[in-house]
């Protein structure tokens, strides 16, 4: 019987990879590296590849116990080469360069080196100082985050994210992609999509605060409804479903 195994992640542009250390071999989990390499059917990824450069391993996930396909480094790099996918070659350097050195040395992807004390004192005082500033300069947004937080039944963006489960950036990209919101004029933040504020999803939330500068400004944000966030997550259920399905087929 196979022991699950506590797989250790890093952050590749974004994307989420895993990685298992089987009798100092590294292995990476399959979908993690199709997902970097926008190989959309990791099935078929899989059925390329030499028997010795894929197997499977049991890790620990906060569901329990799963079974995931992993492949060696001999098997990353035939993926690597298949790819048409731009971030394909800086993937390639990155892990080579980077992370399994790190991995190979301390089991973790962090690079361990001894600090300089008199050095580490003075970026320390230094921090001190910039922190002060920023405590200044930053009262006012803060006035306004507690103003625009401070809702009844209504999500900013960011929470909304944490609820479906979803990096932040790529939940906006989603809700942008999807039409619930966008950027007028293609910048600045972000404002509600008129159907979606009809719909009862979405809808903006107004205060007034003074800047540092001491004048009244009136800020606004896009907030999304207990209905918009019941309804987002049905969509997103649906858009995994689907990604699963075609996985399969």
């Not at 992993?70 to 790099?77: P, R, W």
Request: aromatic share 6%; charged share 25%; with cysteine.
């Amino acid at each position: 019987m196979k022991t699950a195994v506590m797989p250790v992640a890093f952050d590749f542009e974004g994307h989420t990879v895993r990685t298992i250390n089987r009798d100092g071999v590294v292995l990476w989990v399959l979908t993690d590296v199709c997902s970097v390499l926008d190989i959309r059917n990791s099935r078929d990824a899989a059925n390329r590849l030499d028997d010795d450069e894929r197997g499977v391993a049991i890790t620990d996930t906060l569901g329990g116990s799963q079974e995931m396909t992993v492949i060696n480094e001999s098997g990353l790099y035939s993926l690597v080469l298949t790819s048409r996918k731009a971030a394909a070659k800086r993937f390639k350097k990155w892990v080579t360069a980077e992370v399994l050195p790190a991995l190979r040395r301390t089991g973790t992807y962090s690079i361990c080196t001894q600090p300089d004390i008199g050095h580490v004192l003075s970026v320390a005082e230094a921090a001190i100082v910039v922190s002060q500033q920023a405590v200044q300069t930053l009262a006012p947004q803060a006035v306004a985050y507690q103003q625009l937080t401070c809702m009844d039944g209504l999500h900013t963006l960011t929470d909304t994210a944490k609820l479906c489960g979803k990096p932040r950036n790529h939940f906006l990209s989603m809700l942008e992609a999807m039409g619930w919101i966008y950027r007028p004029g293609g910048k600045g933040c972000w404002s509600a999509k008129a159907d979606k504020i009809k719909a009862g999803y979405l809808t903006h939330k107004y205060c007034d605060i003074r800047d540092a500068d001491g004048q009244l400004k009136t800020r606004s944000q896009v907030v999304v409804t207990d209905r918009g966030v019941a309804k987002l997550k049905i969509i997103l259920a649906r858009l995994e479903n689907t990604m699963l399905a075609g996985d399969a087929a």
